[in-house]
């Protein structure tokens, strides 16, 4: 009886080994196609004035503005920074205000709104001066992105202080 079951255990085992082991080679190896990450890209996506007005105790223009920021790229970016940069309308250059602003890291897609603050501390501008204003993201192309060509804002006109 012991021999029996022996014999059909063996005959068991060895039709399910068989029956797994496949009958013809794969030939067709299947392909993967792994598209290389893009890295983080910084863009400012809008600016909204709040204010802008001359401040007399400072003898300085104060501009107010929301800034909504996006990472188009396709990995987290690093922190950066913002400036702000204004042109007097007659004016062929544009010229940085004293302060710059971070930006904290943003996860590839993601998106942050923030209000900042500039202050025209060099007298860059006079109280009458009717100027253009915009932001401009990593200044100094301290951060790798995927397009260095979309760091600055589309310009505020901003009038004169009333």
């Known amino acids: 009886m012991k021999f029996f079951l022996a014999i059909s255990c063996l005959l068991f085992f060895s039709f399910a080994v068989q029956a797994?082991?496949?009958?013809?080679?794969?030939?067709?190896k299947p392909t993967?196609?792994?598209?290389?990450?893009?890295p983080a890209d910084l863009v400012v996506t809008h600016v909204s004035l709040i204010s802008a007005a001359w401040n007399n105790d400072q003898k300085a223009w104060v501009i107010k503005v929301n800034v909504t920021v996006k990472n188009a790229g396709g990995v987290i970016s690093p922190t950066g920074i913002l400036i702000g940069l204004?042109?007097?309308?007659?004016?062929?250059?544009?010229?940085?205000?004293?302060?710059a602003a971070q930006v904290n890291a943003l996860n590839a897609g993601a998106?942050?709104?923030k209000e900042y603050t500039f202050i025209d501390r060099d007298k860059i501008l006079g109280v009458n001066d009717r100027f253009s204003f915009l932001i401009r993201?990593?200044?100094?192309?301290?951060?790798?992105e995927g397009n260095e060509n979309n760091n600055d804002s589309a310009p505020l006109a901003i009038p004169p202080s009333q």
């Open 20 to 28: 797994q082991i496949p009958q013809s080679p794969i030939t067709d």
């Open 32 to 38: 993967l196609k792994v598209k290389p990450l893009q």
């Open 86 to 99: 204004v042109k007097k309308n007659n004016g062929i250059r544009w010229e940085k205000l004293p302060l």
């Open 111 to 113: 998106s942050v709104t």
């Open 137 to 144: 993201l990593d200044p100094a192309n301290a951060i790798k």
